[in-house]
């Protein structure tokens, strides 16, 4: 029987787009809720102005559906991992604010011109919600991204000074030691050192070791959001049907992987890390069982 020790526990995650929750910790997200945790996903925009992967759902971003169709794949992708989700302000209120530099950037709508507003309504969710711990970026956004970015002042700014906030990170050893594991599938290449240390954070205050359930739910979850993620395990979607096969060298290290639409290929690990952002660390909720 699993261990219902997070019964009766709250926890938030605020995430910017569609697919950033199951990327950074969708694994610790369902083993949580599997644990007894209520778990609440917020998503902030709709991630309108991603790429997608595969030629068949191209038209999505000329017809400006990219977001709709964003919001069913992060409902399928909550669904995988068993948590509640929520847009915050409801959907299309924020606007994805694209990559730095992008003039985007001058839409009212965008996320990086609204703050303020996105910390009143994160200050309503929390009072509701009165979540143990809150899940979000760091402060450099993972790798960089406004939005991120944006989240992170956001949640900051909203919680409560002795909220106890975790950032999910992609550890850097980590992810250097399995990727040595990984073959690129046929076309993809492995990612270059500049590209991995924009990705990724030295350290770690937790190491949450995913049980095979939730290893199993994050991989589903990516599945899900199929227009984002292609896991290189053979899987052919809709939206995708063209396969792709990565070499596993060493499937302790690296037990699948993955890539983005810039064909990068990058180790899938069975664990997941996390820096304290704000509170103490005593009564760890993300400690595994």
Request: with cysteine; glycine share 10%.
């Amino acid at each position: 029987m699993k261990n219902r020790d997070l019964n009766g526990r709250r926890v938030v995650a605020v995430f910017a787009h569609p697919d950033d929750e199951t990327l950074f910790m969708g694994g610790t997200l369902a083993d949580l809720a599997a644990r007894g945790a209520d778990v609440t996903v917020i998503t902030v925009t709709l991630g309108e102005l991603g790429e997608i992967i595969g030629e068949p759902y191209q038209g999505l971003i000329a017809s400006d559906q990219l977001g709709g169709y964003r919001a069913a794949e992060l409902a399928h992708a909550l669904g995988a991992l068993d948590v509640h989700g929520l847009q915050l302000g409801g959907f299309g209120f924020f606007h994805d604010s694209g990559m730095a530099g992008s003039p985007d950037h001058d839409n009212p709508r965008a996320l990086v011109n609204r703050i303020d507003e996105a910390v009143a309504l994160l200050r309503e969710q929390f009072a509701i919600l009165a979540p143990d711990v809150i899940f979000t970026f760091g402060p450099d956004g993972g790798y960089g991204h406004p939005d991120h970015i944006a989240v992170n002042q956001a949640v900051h700014r909203a919680a409560a000074d002795e909220q106890r906030i975790w950032w999910p990170v992609f550890e850097a050893t980590a992810i250097d030691e399995a990727l040595e594991a990984v073959e690129p599938p046929l076309g993809w290449s492995l990612p270059d050192r500049a590209y991995l240390d924009n990705f990724t954070n030295s350290g770690a205050d937790v190491v949450y070791q995913l049980p095979a359930a939730a290893f199993a739910a994050k991989r589903a979850a990516m599945s899900a959001h199929a227009t984002q993620i292609w896991v290189a395990d053979g899987t052919v979607t809709r939206v995708n049907p063209h396969a792709a096969f990565a070499g596993l060298r060493n499937p302790g290290l690296a037990p699948a992987a993955y890539g983005l639409s810039n064909l990068l290929v990058m180790p899938l690990l069975d664990s997941e890390h996390f820096q304290l952002g704000n509170g103490s660390a005593s009564h760890v909720v993300v400690e595994p069982c």
